[in-house]
């Protein structure tokens, strides 16, 4: 039976050449990467109905070398309007290796899943790869992304193998969660809202804004 040729395709390849193509990649994001903070969720109080966690935590991160992909700025950078204040819908887009993430994060990520409930496919605990909901400190402008989506395809198999993943975020809106890294630029980031880029106008007249962590008071004006 016909086959095609061994020593030219494109789709398969030795194990020399795929781990060449592996140290290659190492090197590209070493050189040109940065180094992001990933924070794995543990889901609290796990919903199986709705397959949703109703408390998430974040009490670790892990520094890990990544090459941002969208070098020239946030995808779908835009400010929206929405009837519960301005909602950034900033994107971006990260690329790390994939045999850096199985040989040291992994191995620590399953010891952390098991002592804080144990993993569980079915409820989306997995320790063999970045996962959607885990969350991402971009050090740039101080702010976090929600992991939506992983790619384990891009690109499609060199060689008959993967390389790297593929991770697509987008900016993280703050619903409660709780925050314990240890790390006061993480937990304090999350709950940072807009208010300090605004301005309101004042009973007494003028203008003024919030602070960060500022104490208020709330009077009923309803009557």
Known sequence: MPTTNPFFSSTT????????????????????????????????????LLHESTISAFETCLNIPMYVKTYDGYDNGMEL????????????????????????????????????????????????RPKEGDLIYFPMDDSIFEI?????????????????YE?????????????ATGITEIDQAPVRTEFPNLEFNLIEGGVSTFEFQERIRIFNLSD
């Open 81 to 128: 309007l929405s009837k519960f204040g301005v909602r950034s819908s900033d994107q971006i887009t990260l690329q790390m290796s994939r045999s850096e993430f199985n040989t040291y994060y992994a191995p620590f990520l399953k010891d952390y899943y098991e002592s804080n409930g144990g993993l569980d496919r079915l409820e989306g605990v997995i320790a063999d």
């Open 13 to 48: 390849g030795f194990s020399g050449e795929q781990q060449l193509l592996d140290d290659l990649t190492r090197e590209q994001i070493a050189m040109f990467g940065i180094d992001i903070s990933y924070l794995p969720r543990v889901m609290v109080n796990y919903d199986k």
């Open 148 to 164: 939506k989506y992983v790619a384990m395809d891009t690109p499609f198999f060199q060689l008959g193998k993967g390389y790297i």
């Open 167 to 179: 991770i697509q975020c987008e900016r993280f809106e703050y619903s409660g969660e709780d925050f």
